[in-house]
């Protein structure tokens, strides 16, 4: 499953940026899609996922109440609002995808390219 990554950049703390993760050949409804990161010197954790059938989402404790996961099935592609960002946000941001939402937490089947984000004054 292609997936393309894309509006990463430099803002300032308590900016805010949008991701989009446009996804290739596949129906939204059969798939999971989920924002993962990975900053420097540190593992690779997850951010949030939406699930293919009824868009239930799910949200790591890092990025609740700050970070909205979505979709628009016409276009094929999920995004990642990030408000009230802090420095420790910055990270290089992958989307993923796989049929199972449960897969897609513990080792998704398809990984997209990364997207850096920095947070920095």
């Known amino acids: 499953v292609p997936l393309q990554a894309s509006g990463g950049g430099t803002v300032q703390p308590g900016g805010s940026l949008r991701l989009s993760c446009l996804v290739s050949?596949?129906?939204?409804?059969?798939?999971?899609i989920g924002w993962f990161r990975q900053a420097p010197g540190k593992e690779r954790e997850g951010v949030a996922c939406?699930?293919?059938?009824?868009?239930?989402?799910l949200y790591f404790d890092s990025v609740k109440g700050r970070f909205t996961i979505s979709r628009d099935k016409a276009k094929n592609t999920v995004y990642l609002q990030m408000n009230s960002l802090k420095p420790e946000d910055t990270a290089v941001y992958y989307c993923a995808a796989d049929p199972d939402m449960i897969d897609l937490t513990t080792g998704p089947g398809y990984w997209g390219q990364g997207t850096l984000v920095t947070v920095s004054s």
């Open positions: 050949g596949v129906s939204l409804d059969d798939y999971a």
């Open positions: 939406i699930s293919g059938k009824d868009e239930q989402t």
